[in-house]
T-cell receptor, first 112, second 113 residues
């Protein structure tokens, strides 16, 4: 079955460490997105990529980095520069401009 | 720019009650409109969509009609169940402008037996 896989589901890190969240899709979608969700908050866009080897900053890119070396993969690195990294992170993909997003099941990151 | 405004929650209903969650939008181009649902601890799932004015999207008893004159896409269900308890997000993708999706803040629905 096609879909988006995010791993791991839960991730724990110490402050000052970088951590990479995985996002893989087998839907053959060109566009991929990373969102951050905090309790009681909506979705905030971190980075997006509309094509391989290209990506753009979203609304809250500071302290995060991404790569898009393959169509299927869009990993997100949360760096030590991110002031408040504890959150629920969602990856999504999209096939075209007016098509719906397909979401993974998220990674809950806790930094202590 | 584009924006989506949803009614604030939580919305608390008894089982079998009628549900309406209001959603209005502003867009510079010709948006497609979506409702997504998020169950606790999960990602969002597409619930329904409409791509042009007067289209009605429907799924699992939920409906929403694309109203261009009022720039609205309100979600309705005639009889809610406990299993409908979730967070509902209204969203748009604008084919005429940036097609980066724009989401509302989400509305939490709690249905009591």
């Amino acid at each position: 079955d096609g879909g988006i896989t995010q791993s791991p589901k839960y991730l724990f890190r110490k402050e000052g460490q970088n951590v990479t969240l995985s996002c893989e899709q087998n839907l053959n979608h060109d566009a991929m997105y990373w969102y951050r969700q905090d309790p009681g908050q909506g979705l905030r866009l971190i980075y997006y990529s509309q094509i391989v080897n290209d990506f753009q900053k979203g609304d809250i890119a500071e302290g995060y980095s991404v790569s898009r070396e393959k169509k299927e993969s869009f990993p997100l690195t949360v760096t030590s520069a991110q002031k408040n990294p504890t959150a629920f992170y969602l990856c999504a993909s999209q096939t075209g401009p007016d098509s719906p997003l397909h979401f993974g099941n998220g990674t809950r990151l806790t930094v202590t | 720019g584009n924006s989506v405004t949803q009614m604030e929650g939580p919305v608390t209903l008894s089982e079998e009650a009628f549900l309406t969650i209001n959603c209005t939008y502003t867009a510079t181009g010709y948006p497609s409109l979506f409702w997504y649902v998020q169950y606790p601890g999960e990602g969002l799932q597409l619930l329904l969509k409409a791509t042009k004015a007067d289209d009605k999207g429907s799924n699992k008893g939920f409906e929403a009609t694309y109203r261009k004159e009022t720039t609205s896409f309100h979600l309705e269900k005639g009889s809610v169940q406990v299993s409908d308890s979730a967070v509902y997000f209204c969203a748009l993708s604008d084919r005429g402008g940036s097609y980066i999706p724009t989401f509302g803040r989400g509305t939490s629905l709690i249905v009591h037996p």
